[in-house]
């Protein structure tokens, strides 16, 4: 299937470091796709605008005025400030074809859009890099059994513009109604092999610098080459609140992707 131009939505939240290192990335790695990046801002925050216009001839700031993360007794934590960012940033959206991501991740490889792309089909019209099995929650849930993650979700915008991004109660996830879209229409995704969702995978992966990365994501492709990567919990370790051991922090992260990903 023939997509050049993609359109790219990365809720963030005072986190230029964490922005810049997926941009970054996206750009060193873009082959010959077109993207457009609309950064959602979660906050009132705008002290690295400028630096984020910067990282490429076509990038949207986006200014979302949410209480997020700053008020822990706000509902627009985790799931919900996800969903309140890739719902304004959906709003931009132009291209065919939307990636919707999280803002700590970064592209490892040359091909490793072309490689989403090339999972894409008429009954297949989502990918996403990660899935979680659904034995829980929701009765839909539990009948479809899989569940496409949004740490990275490439999708026809019709599909994404369709459909509501903001969870339904504790056990929905941001993002779901993507999934169940598919399940009620008769549809399927592709999820890569994803290390968060088998671990046994880590021992496959061909690049030895990619196998000790404690708690970090990474997406493969057919051939078990790292394509992608998530740190996870991006917003929680911006604001130094992420207390569980031996997981990878954003210093460590900064340092592992400019040595051996940028």
Known sequence: MEIKNIDIVIPSFRSKELISLAIKSFEKYRGNFNFKYIVVENSNDTSYKEHVLSLSTDVLWVQNLVPSWENSNSPYVGSEANASGLEKGLESV???YVFLIQNDVVACRDDWMSYLVSKINDEVPMVTVRENFANWGAPWRQAAGRIACTVGILVKTSIAKSVSMWPSGTDWDCGDELTRHCFDNGLNFFACQNTASDESLIEKIQNDEYRNLPGVERVLNDNYEVIFMHLGRGA???????????????????KFVNENVL
């Open 236 to 254: 929680e370790k911006t604001l130094n609140r992420y207390r569980k051991p031996n997981k990878m922090l954003i210093p460590g992260w900064v």
């Open 94 to 96: 132009q291209a065919e």
